[in-house]
């Protein structure tokens, strides 16, 4: 069984940094693209940042030049450095792979729990 297990979010001051870790666990036969997401009450899931299993990344206009996103391939671990922080980073961040199973030649998203962020003062 393939599970997503999330750590590194908290209350940070505006300006501040924290760093999100992602580890995908159990029998996995391939890990293509990973990535975060966030959410806010009231508001759809966005795209924060991705990475291929090249190491191509792609990033949302408003967190270009303060989030980076890398991974480790042989930990099966994805991370998101956020940097200068804002109150509007605050949300539930949620780690999304796309992972082919060991029983399986098909490959589906997972999703981690979420872990929230909050940005204040």
């Known amino acids: 069984q393939v599970q997503l297990v999330e750590s590194g979010g908290g209350l940070v001051q505006p300006g501040g940094s924290l760093r999100l870790s992602c580890a995908a666990s159990?029998?996995?036969?391939?890990?293509?693209?990973m990535g975060w997401y966030r959410q806010t009450p009231g508001k759809e899931r966005e795209l924060v940042a991705t990475i291929t299993s090249g190491g191509s990344t792609n990033y949302a206009n408003s967190v270009k030049g303060r989030f980076t996103i890398s991974r480790d391939n042989a930990k099966n671990t994805v991370y998101l450095q956020m940097d200068s922080l804002k109150a509007e980073d605050t949300a539930v961040y949620y780690c999304n792979s796309e992972i082919t199973p060991a029983s399986s030649l098909l490959s589906f998203p997972y999703w981690g729990q979420g872990t929230q962020v909050t940005v204040s003062s």
């Open positions: 159990g029998s996995i036969l391939l890990i293509n693209t």
